[in-house]
């Protein structure tokens, strides 16, 4: 059985950091490209980034290119987002998934394409 869990999500002022966490167990997690996601109330999702199965390339929404930046420990199942910088309209609840493959060949933030999701950590920035 697949089980994908965020943490890490907190509230912080604008203009601080957060680290966010998420551990795969229950599947291969190298064979698997990781994406980070995210949701605000009244909004469409929103993919953050892609990090690739052997974490040597990453994409990122134009939104967060210079703050956020993703990681991955295969040893250990787990994907990191750090968020720097961060402002109000990084509010949001933030979700990690799995896609099996490479972040590119498909769209990397369609969230269709993807197997397996968390439940979701909220980030909360105030201003």
């Known amino acids: 059985q697949v089980q994908v869990v965020e943490s890490g999500g907190d509230l912080v002022q604008a203009g601080g950091s957060l680290r966010l966490s998420c551990t795969a167990s229950?599947?291969?997690?190298?064979?698997?490209?990781m994406s980070w996601f995210r949701q605000a109330p009244g909004k469409e999702r929103e993919g953050v980034s892609c990090?690739?199965?052997?974490?040597?390339?990453?994409y990122y929404a134009d939104s967060v290119k210079g703050r956020f930046a993703a990681s991955r420990d295969n040893a250990k199942n787990t994907l990191y987002l750090q968020m720097n910088s961060l402002k109000s309209e990084d509010t949001a609840m933030y979700y990690c998934?799995?896609?099996?493959?490479?972040?590119?060949?498909?769209?990397?933030?369609?969230?269709?394409?993807?197997?397996?999701w968390g439940q979701g950590t909220q980030v909360t920035v105030s201003s």
């Open positions: 229950g599947l291969r997690f190298d064979n698997y490209a």
């Open positions: 998934a799995a896609r099996i493959g490479p972040c590119n060949g498909r769209p990397w933030y369609g969230g269709d394409t993807y197997n397996y």
């Open positions: 990090i690739a199965r052997n974490g040597g390339i990453t």
